[in-house]
């Protein structure tokens, strides 16, 4: 079986089967092959468009570009989940004591309570007078989910 484009004079192309290439020579000399658009007689035999029409597939300068144009988003990408998980388990391990922070803070310092990690908020004040007593504590930004995005 072989399959050949075929096209007639309005260039409609259609594709014909046939057992050999004589058969199709044949045919074609007794008018037995049709353009199935127009109905035409006048048909010939045309390089295949399906095996021609393909260099979209097989470039890769696309795909290529595309990969390079992704990076940067990557990386942003990933940075952000680097900080979203620092920060995640940075709360998971702090017992959050809300606005006590500075009076537990202290209460730890001065080791009236148990000492661990704790969160919190805190003034700008509260903030300062902790630091100025030697107490160790970090402002972090308060984030809220939708910082992140
Ligand atoms: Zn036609």
Redesign the pocket.
């Known amino acids: 079986m072989i399959i050949f484009d075929l096209a007639?004079p309005?260039e409609?192309h259609f594709e014909g089967w046939f057992q050999s290439r004589e058969e199709f020579d044949g045919q074609l000399a007794q008018g037995l092959i049709a353009?199935p658009?127009?109905a035409?007689l006048e048909i010939r035999r045309v390089p295949s468009a399906v095996h021609l029409s393909r260099p979209t597939e097989a470039s890769p300068s696309p795909a290529a570009g595309q990969a390079v144009k992704s990076v940067p988003i990557d990386l942003r990408a990933g940075a952000l989940a680097a900080f979203r998980q620092l920060t995640e388990l940075l709360l998971a391990n702090c017992e959050d004591v809300g606005s006590d922070f500075a009076e537990e803070a202290r209460r730890i310092h001065y080791v009236e309570a148990p000492e661990r990690s704790i969160r919190g908020e805190a003034t700008a004040e509260e903030y300062e007078e902790l630091l100025e007593e030697g107490i160790e504590v970090f402002r972090l930004a308060r984030l809220k989910p939708g910082d992140l995005h």
């Open positions: 007639c309005h409609h353009c658009h127009c035409s």
